[in-house]
């Protein structure tokens, strides 16, 4: 199983950024895929995670109203949009798997199994 985070890059204050996590070696149906991410200096954060069976979504105080995931039913892939981009938003971004539906609580990182490479979201003020 190998999971990717793509997307990132460096976003203006108020713009918005699409991530994708492409994923192999699953079959998305049985999977559920978490997003986190850590700004500098600081611990990993729980943001969202997606069922795949259906595509129910948890979402973090810290980014509703703000974000968006969803499947990509061309293939084996998630999305993540966020908008409304600010300074605190600067962070690699990991997406993680784990089969089945997503653990309760959603944003505990160790529940995972499988993890990609991040990538980077910085926001220029």
């Known amino acids: 199983v190998q999971l990717q985070a793509y997307g990132g890059g460096l976003v203006q204050s108020g713009g918005s950024v699409r991530l994708v996590c492409t994923t192999s070696?699953?079959?998305?149906?049985?999977?559920?895929i978490g997003w986190f991410r850590q700004a500098p200096g600081k611990g990993r954060e729980g943001i969202s995670c997606i069922r795949g069976r259906d595509g129910k979504t948890y979402y973090a105080d810290s980014v509703k109203g703000r974000i968006a995931v969803s499947k990509d039913n061309a293939g084996n892939g998630v999305s993540l949009e966020l908008s409304g981009l600010k300074s605190e938003d600067t962070a690699i971004y990991y997406c993680?798997?784990?089969?089945?539906?997503?653990?309760?609580?959603?944003?505990?990182?160790?529940?995972?199994?499988?993890w990609g490479r991040g990538t980077l979201v910085t926001v220029s003020s």
């Open positions: 993680a798997g784990i089969q089945g539906g997503c653990p309760a609580p959603y944003y505990r990182d160790d529940w995972y199994v499988h």
């Open positions: 070696g699953l079959s998305l149906g049985n999977y559920a």
